[in-house]
């Protein structure tokens, strides 16, 4: 005689009923007339036998989890999230950049103020954001950005563009990024035409910041806010890495370097008022400007690549 258990019709009947219909199996087993224990047979051998089959989703989204605990423990950060790595820079920045569109899709909430700066990654990111499920949400960059060059790459296009997926304010910051003196900044600083933005960075919930460092590849330089010459001597000094073009050595130290920081922009100094600061940036030539970002409390969260989270695991 044919077991309970063993009968295929019987199996998808209960399959059905327990996941598609979420029933618990003590209700399956008294509107079929079964025992609770036969149901949960009846599930396992479904299993077993491949009828049902269980999948969990974005399971590159914990890959390197436990990677992603010791960085967090290593360095006291709220969160690290770890994606693969590419021998392309382009790849690389676009696989980060899709787990940072992930990341804040799940991150924002309706009603926060969000700060955006500068770069490739962070305008990578925006191509990945296609389930945003808040509302009222406002963005503002957080640094300048005016000019004819790479304007993809400008914190006001970014904060627009993420303003539009999200239906959400855009709040533009009209001015250069950078001015020649520290006099001519904090003037431009108290201009009305920015008070709007300047008020609402004080407020942020949240900053997505770029972590940049100077080469001839580098955000700054494809602006046309820096040019070859330019970045040799940022090199020279030993500047590890920026956040809104503002300059740190690798223990994120910007001391030395306050007299090239006559930035229109968030100082990053203040980074440390932001809720949720989060880091996205990849690469083994970002190493110590990510470093230098960490050990300077300018971000509290991590999105990187693998190889350069092992590195900065060493």
Do not use: W
């Not at 479904?46 to 009828?51: M, P, S």
């Not at 103020?113 to 770069?119: A, D, E, L, Q, Y």
């Not at 330089?221 to 956040?243: C, F, N, P, S």
């Not at 030395?256 to 930035?263: G, Q, R």
Request: with cysteine.
């Amino acid at each position: 005689m044919k077991k309970v258990v063993d009968d295929v019709r019987l199996m998808i009947k209960v399959c059905d009923l327990y996941y598609n219909q979420n029933i618990s199996q003590q209700k399956i087993a008294v509107t079929l007339g079964l025992s609770r224990p036969t149901v949960s047979r009846l599930l396992s051998s479904a299993r077993d036998q491949g009828i049902v089959q269980i999948r969990i989703s974005d399971l590159d989204e914990i890959k390197y989890l436990e990677l992603e605990r010791q960085l967090e423990e290593r360095y006291q950060l709220e969160e690290v999230l770890i994606t693969d790595s590419s021998k392309e820079v382009d790849e690389t920045n676009d696989l980060i950049g899709r787990m940072a569109g992930r990341y804040i899709e799940k991150k924002i909430r309706s009603g926060n103020i969000v700060g955006v700066s500068m770069g490739r990654t962070l305008h990578q990111m925006t191509r990945h954001v296609t389930h945003p499920g808040a509302s009222e949400v406002v963005f503002v960059p957080m640094v300048g950005g005016m000019g004819q060059l790479q304007t993809q790459l400008h914190a006001n296009s970014i904060a627009e563009a993420l303003a539009d997926i999200y239906q959400g304010t855009f709040i533009p910051f009209h001015a250069p990024a950078r001015v020649s003196t520290r006099k001519m900044r904090d003037e431009l600083m108290k201009e009305e035409s920015l008070a709007v933005a300047v008020n609402a960075m004080k407020h942020m919930d949240i900053a997505l910041v770029g972590i940049g460092y100077p080469n001839e590849y580098s955000s700054i330089t494809a602006t046309g806010y820096y040019d070859e010459q330019a970045i040799e001597q940022l090199k020279e000094r030993q500047v590890a890495g920026d956040i809104c073009m503002q300059f740190f050595d690798e223990n994120g130290d910007t001391s030395l370097y306050s007299t090239d920081n006559n930035v229109i922009g968030y100082d990053i100094a203040h980074l440390h008022r932001v809720p949720c600061c989060v880091g996205i940036a990849g690469g083994m030539d970002k190493l110590k400007a990510i470093r230098g970002a960490i050990r300077g409390g300018y971000i509290n969260r991590l999105i990187t690549d693998v190889e350069c989270a092992k590195a900065l695991n060493q």
